[in-house]
């Protein structure tokens, strides 16, 4: 059964202090894997798409990366305004290419403490 | 108005009830999709509209009945629902592709807090 996991399901920072957030799956033939916040209140926003193993984004603080088995997303001297949830969600094969059906993580959620 | 738009932002509702909740995209997409987001769960796929036909629908009682009158537009009617029905209800549009893969990303709007006493 195709399965998406994260790790750690909350974390706390300190303010400048950097960690990586995991999200490991079981699906065969990935088509992409998708990373995205969600602030208190709102719906996810979209941060990154990964396709293949070895490919890796940024943006600002944030760096995501990718292998056969799983993704980080690495926070690197965060500020509290990164406190969020971010999932994970990866896209496996499908019948029927017209739509995109993603599977999620339950999230981990972040806080970084001035 | 830009983006996914979801109204009404909360809502109440006896199990006896019938309302609507409504979605509308500004982004010229031509796929629309409902998910349910329920604490500690993963966000929980229930309907999928492409080009305004109805191509997934996972399962979900029927008391929950969607409408996608067409591209930009989006409702779920409710009607009877239970308690466990209570939940964040998250619209979501994409540029679905026509005979490549598709991996646009998701844009979600900010969802329906839905209680059911």
């Known amino acids: 059964e195709d399965q998406v996991t994260q790790s750690p399901e909350a974390l706390r920072l300190q303010e400048g202090e950097s960690s990586s957030l995991n999200c490991s799956y079981t699906?065969?033939?990935?088509?992409?894997l998708f990373w995205y916040r969600q602030d208190p209140g709102k719906g996810p926003e979209f941060l990154f798409t990964?396709?293949?193993a070895g490919e890796e984004k940024e943006k600002e603080r944030l760096k995501a990366t990718l292998t056969k088995k799983e993704s980080f997303l690495h926070i690197t001297a965060p500020k509290p305004e990164d406190s969020a949830t971010y999932l994970c969600?990866?896209?496996?094969?499908?019948?029927?290419?017209?739509?995109?059906?993603?599977?999620f993580g339950t999230g981990t959620r972040l806080q970084v403490f001035p | 108005e830009t983006g996914v738009t979801q109204t009404p932002r909360h809502l109440v509702m006896g199990m006896t009830n019938k309302k609507s909740l409504k979605c509308e995209q500004h982004?010229?997409?031509?796929?629309m999709y409902w998910y349910k987001q329920s604490a500690k769960k993963p966000l929980e796929l229930m309907f999928v509209?492409?080009?305004?036909?109805?191509?997934e629908n996972n399962s979900v009682p029927s008391r929950f009945s969607p409408e996608c009158p067409n591209s930009s537009h989006l409702f779920l009617h409710l009607h009877t629902l239970q308690p466990e029905d209570s939940a964040l209800y998250l619209c979501?549009?994409?540029?679905?592709?026509?005979?490549?893969?598709?991996?646009?990303?998701?844009?979600f709007g900010n969802g329906t807090r839905l209680t059911v006493t």
């Open positions: 699906v065969s033939g990935l088509r992409g």
């Open positions: 969600a990866v896209q496996p094969p499908s019948p029927s290419y017209n739509t995109d059906k993603l599977i």
């Open positions: 509209y492409s080009l305004e036909e109805r191509v």
């Open positions: 990964l396709y293949s």
């Open positions: 979501a549009s994409s540029q679905g592709s026509t005979g490549g893969i598709g991996n646009s990303p998701l844009h």
């Open positions: 982004l010229g997409h031509n796929a």
